[in-house]
């Protein structure tokens, strides 16, 4: 008969099990795949951002440059959760990850030329978020197949992705001063060659059912042979079933289409023309480093109502729009940025773990990209709007509307019973809840 152990050794032992299962040869591929991804994608609102400008191009363009990619992401990526349910997500990944590689090199390349036609970029823009449409709903199901501790990998991937946006931003930024707009798409190409390598590298284990199981998977393998309506109707009835799911959807459109999505370009825009481009790299590198102390919290922090405590979060991120729209200080903007990135990666890290441990493997990746489509839906529309809204009524007060609004979210998401009364899932590290 075993001697039972003293809690803080149970705890400690507990926490050890969960570190080595986390880090497995699999799972650090995958880890460095979403980090050097990661070291791209923040450099590249800085290039375009300061590209653009630098040729003449307006805050207007800079927002339709970024909304474009967002338009493409939110129209595809449903029909790409279908095929990623159904088919090896790894394999879609890669190619996903090559198609960038093509297409920001190809960007690069224009943007050395100095002739840079928005049109062209535009059409870039629409290929690079049709790839990420590929990519992204095999994520979940990656972090779930890989991680016997769901929140611990969604944590140190949310970790290592803010210690990228803690570096990029600055070494974009820096690029641009020494050199120019077209090296920093040279570099982001090259990190999508590096991602590519490592999930070719990285083996996926198969994908097994919960105990009691058996016929939903049974099911969803004919499923695999229906169409592809079929297969969006059965992930929308998924998310219908899930008050909490479809209601965190509607309230995160309100608020990708009156602050997420209008704050980028503006802060980008006011940030650059006010400050400069070291400047604007150095509050995104801060932004970067809030989120590597939230992701480190939310590594920590285990709440029985995960949602509850990540909209708490979500209320954090409104002080970095004020800070900007408040006219302050670059120091204290760079701190308001902290506070905000923390509050969304614990909201983030919170959010994502709800989805893969409450919803059933079979339909994981559908869902994952309704959520996706649902939560940046409006996001285009916000970030397209934000010029001439600006314009209209100055970008200071857009930035703290768009605080404002924040807030308004926080105190919704705290107020929708269904939300708020969410539970952990008991079986967390593999997701059994449905």
Same mark, same amino acid.
Request: hydrophobic residues 55%; glycine residues 10%; contains cysteine.
């Given at each position: 008969m075993k001697a039972r152990a003293r809690p803080g050794h149970n705890g400690a032992a507990a926490t050890e099990r969960r570190e080595q299962?986390?880090?497995?040869?699999?799972?650090?591929?995958?880890?460095?795949?979403?980090?050097?991804?990661?070291? %791209?994608?923040?450099?590249?609102?800085?290039?375009?951002?300061? %590209?653009?400008?630098?040729?003449?191009?307006?805050?207007?363009?800079? %927002?339709?440059?970024?909304?474009?990619?967002?338009?493409?992401?939110? /129209?595809?990526?449903?029909?790409?959760?279908?095929?990623?349910?159904?088919?090896?997500?790894?394999?879609?990944?890669? %190619?996903?990850?090559?198609?960038?590689?093509?297409?920001q090199s190809c960007a690069a390349g224009i943007f050395l030329s100095g002739h840079v036609a928005l049109w062209q970029v535009l059409v870039i823009g629409l290929v690079n978020g049709g790839a990420a449409a590929v990519f992204q709903p095999g994520v979940a199901g990656t972090v779930r197949r890989l991680s016997a501790d769901v929140q611990q990998g969604n944590g140190a991937i949310?970790?290592?992705?803010? /210690?990228?946006?803690? /570096?990029?931003?600055?070494? *974009?930024?820096?690029?641009? *001063?020494?050199?120019?707009?077209?090296?920093?798409? *040279?570099?982001?190409?090259?990190?999508?060659?590096?991602?590519?390598l490592c999930l070719w590298a990285m083996r996926l284990p198969d994908r097994t059912a919960p105990p009691g199981a058996r016929a939903e998977e049974t099911g969803a393998k004919r499923s695999a042979a229906k169409g592809m309506r079929q297969g969006l109707g059965e992930g929308w009835r998924a998310v219908r079933v899930r008050p909490w799911l479809w209601g965190v959807l509607a309230l995160w459109s309100f608020f990708a289409l009156t602050a997420r999505g209008p704050t980028a370009p503006l802060i980008a825009t006011e940030m650059v023309q006010r400050h400069g481009v070291t400047d604007y790299g150095l509050v995104n590198s801060a932004l970067g480093c809030g989120t590597v102390v939230g992701g480190i919290l939310a590594m920590r922090l285990r709440p029985v109502f995960q949602l509850r405590a990540g909209a708490v979060g979500v209320a954090l991120f409104a002080v970095f729009p004020f800070a900007v729209g408040g006219g302050l200080p670059v120091p204290v903007i760079a701190a308001g940025a902290v506070v905000g990135g923390l509050g969304m990666a614990f909201w983030g890290v919170m959010w994502?773990?709800?989805?893969?441990?409450?919803?059933?493997?079979?339909?994981?990746?559908?869902?994952y990209a309704y959520d996706i489509a649902g939560s940046i839906a409006?996001?285009?529309?916000?970030?397209?709007?934000?010029?001439?809204?600006?314009?209209?009524?100055?970008?200071?007060?857009?930035?703290?509307?768009?605080?404002?609004?924040t807030v308004a979210v926080s105190v919704a998401l705290l107020s929708v019973p269904a939300i708020r009364r969410l539970r952990r899932a008991d079986g967390q590290d593999r997701g059994e809840q449905g």
């Open positions: 299962r986390l880090w497995s040869r699999d799972f650090g591929l995958f880890f460095l795949s979403r980090a050097v991804a990661r070291l %791209g994608d923040t450099m590249l609102p800085v290039a375009l951002a300061a %590209g653009l400008l630098q040729q003449g191009h307006s805050a207007t363009s800079v %927002g339709l440059a970024m909304a474009v990619p967002t338009v493409s992401w939110a /129209v595809l990526v449903i029909f790409a959760g279908v095929i990623a349910d159904r088919v090896d997500p790894r394999r879609l990944m890669i %190619g996903a990850d090559l198609l960038r590689l093509v297409s949310r970790t290592v992705e803010a /210690v990228m946006s803690l /570096v990029g931003p600055t070494a *974009a930024g820096l690029l641009v *001063a020494v050199a120019s707009a077209g090296s920093v798409f *040279a570099v982001h190409a090259g990190t999508y060659a590096v991602s590519a994502a773990t709800s989805i893969q441990t409450q919803v059933p493997h079979e339909v994981l990746n559908r869902v409006f996001l285009p529309v916000g970030e397209a709007l934000a010029g001439p809204a600006a314009e209209l009524i100055g970008r200071r007060t857009m930035l703290l509307t768009g605080a404002v609004c």
